[in-house]
């Protein structure tokens, strides 16, 4: 009796063939793969958008003391209630330059626009730049201080030695004194910062630093 081998062919096998489930698999690899980059993509562009974002945010509602920027006096105008203003002044470091306020403190009617000086020196032997951030507190006023001129829109360059006089125009809203929770306030804080600039560009002398003083307007 002949025994004849018995060859089981798998047609799985066959060179050039390729198991389905393999093949599935690898169909879902690249719908997780583009997925996955789908949401790199939106992520890295959603943390380009959250800087500026963030910054109008803030200008809108004064969050975090980020004060408001006014073109004109109040149409009401200075009411009785005064409040005291301080003014505070930082140099980040890498800028050699001395910033100070002309006045520590001063009192205004709320409603009442002032100006007032900060001065700046550049203590360099080389020209160099810098720009100020700026903020209030405490941090919920930031919706009530109202600057009409301010030095920190303007990067500010200085020449080896140069003494600059930088002006604020700002005044406190009236709509504070309906806020029930500013009642007992009495004392905002205005605070500068100056960082360094690594890349200036050179311009003329920011908006109203030309002028010459005319006071309390």
Known sequence: MDH????????????GHRKPGKARGLGRDVVVASI????????????YAAVPFYNWFCRATGFNGTTQVATSAPATGPIARKISVRFDSNVAPGLPWKFEP???????????????FYTVTNQAARTTAGQAAY??????VGAYFQKINCFCFTEQTMAPGEKR??????YV??????????????TITLSYTFYPVRDP???PLASGEGDKRKGNL
Request: glycine share 8%; with cysteine; charged share 20%.
């Open 4 to 15: 004849q081998r018995t060859i089981s062919q798998d047609v799985s096998a066959k060179p």
């Open 36 to 47: 996955c980059g789908g949401v790199v993509a939106l992520m890295v562009g959603a943390s």
């Open 102 to 116: 002309e006045q520590s403190e001063i009192e205004v009617n709320i409603g009442q626009v002032v100006t007032v």
């Open 135 to 140: 903020n209030v507190a405490p941090l919920t």
């Open 165 to 170: 006089e930088m002006p604020v125009v700002f």
């Open 173 to 186: 809203d009236p709509a504070i004194a309906d806020d029930r929770e500013n009642d007992g306030l009495n």
């Open 201 to 203: 560009v050179v311009k």
